[in-house]
């Protein structure tokens, strides 16, 4: 069996989660026909209330399911052509993949640089490709330059979430996972953490998948998006179309308080 054959043959099938089941525990069905696809150069968003199963759907693409005592049960996964279930997380980090865990997770101890060199150390660079890698960083992040001897728990909440999403580029990634960037941070922080993103997307060519509760924001800066209730994908659609929808500003915007 070819890859092309495994894949499909269309270039829109840079990455392809194919109706997915995981279950945590062997007994907690967390996620329950899950499909989607993200093109290479794509920003896509996955959007839905909290418990909905966005992050379970992140952490099958990274791997990183397994870390939680969780499997993907059914259907497949196929990132550039290569099935990608019982793929251990490292692996996949080599092939381009990484994930920004919610919850934006920092070595508090450490210094804001430290912290940054820390995800460089996967493709064991030399001191001066590190070194490198640190300015580049520090170019879409210019908060963290000026943080970097900081440590990492005394920063404010967005530069923490900065933080860990530089220290995830320094892998140097083509899809991001990203998982809810926007929490707990003020409008102002989340629209500045968003262009950054389209700013990433547009000049590097870096893919992201961003698991979003806030779906404004988040449409505004996908192509496409997926909205997920229990476990399941119950309406998908260009973003601007999504966003016209009076029935989802109702649903989220109402439904919930944040
Ligand atoms: N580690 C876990 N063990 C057991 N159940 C989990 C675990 N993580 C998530 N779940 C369950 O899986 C479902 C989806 O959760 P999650 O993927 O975290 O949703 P979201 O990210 O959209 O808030 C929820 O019912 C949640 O309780
Ligand atoms: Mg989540």
Redesign the pocket.
Known sequence: MTFATLAGTESSEWLAVQDIEVI??GA?L??AGVSLRVGQGDIVALL??????????L?AISGLVQA???QVSRGRIVFQGQDTAGVAANLLARQGIVHVL?GRHVFAHLTVEDNLRSGGFLRKPTRRELEQDLERIYAWFPRLKTKRKTQAGLTSGGEQQMLAIGRALMTQPRLVLL??PSMGLAPMLVEEIFAIVAQLNAEEGMSFLV?EQNINVALRHASYAYI?EN?RVVSEGDATELAAREDLQHFYLGGKAR
């Open positions: 945590y525990d907690i967390a996620v839905g209330a909290n418990g909905a199963g966005k992050s379970t759907t952490k939680d005592r969780a919610e998982d809810e698991a997920l476990g």
